[in-house]
């Protein structure tokens, strides 16, 4: 006899029929008004860090991103720039810790972070508006890249806020951002993997839900989401 917790399978039943309900616009999580995908996200994609600033001067933004990437090619993290063009009304940079979903260090013109994945991943990015208000969180999962390196992914957030932001805020699943106790983050860790396991078992269960719906991108730093950033993030550099 198999047995599954039943919080666990009112979560998987709500991504079945969400598409066909209407949720509120926006949810309040720790204090924090957040765009309801962002619910959404986490309980589909695990442990996960979500963070949105301000630059405190908008005119070193290159220099921020000079020392970003001095700092990615010190930890052997991937990353590619992102230029402004036509199609990308952003600047910045993606980076990819092994194992890690990309952590966008993306601004628009007035310094705020700014998330362009809906420019990105658009059948017809020249019809998408700027919308800083529903945009301006942006959400990686970290769960797959493991303790050590969502640490560091920490820490890093922690001296680009010190150094170069007037307001960041950062919500981190596994606590570490806002206990700094090692041993609250690696009891989280634990927490999300027994959830992630419960959740794969109840799909093969439930069998009329496909899992791949609720895997993660494999990580790959030349892979199709690289490729497709590199078209739409380098095209008219003119505009930089």
Known sequence: MVFFNPFLICIICIFTISPLISFPKTICLGGHVLPKH???NQLKMGLTISYRGTLRN???LELMLNDVT???MEFDWHFMPI???SIMPVRGVMITPPGSEP????FSLNGHMYNPSHF????HPKREMINEERHRWIFTKTQKAGVETHMAIIKFFQYLKATYFEDFELLDDSQYWETGEVYVCLIRFDEFEEIGTKTDALLNFLGDIKKDHYASDDVDPFGPRQVTIWRKGWIELNMN
């Open 38 to 40: 962002h619910l959404l």
């Open 58 to 60: 908008p005119q070193d």
């Open 70 to 72: 001095d700092k990615c």
């Open 83 to 85: 230029h402004r063009s």
């Open 103 to 106: 952590i966008w260090l993306t």
């Open 120 to 123: 990105i991943y658009s059948k």
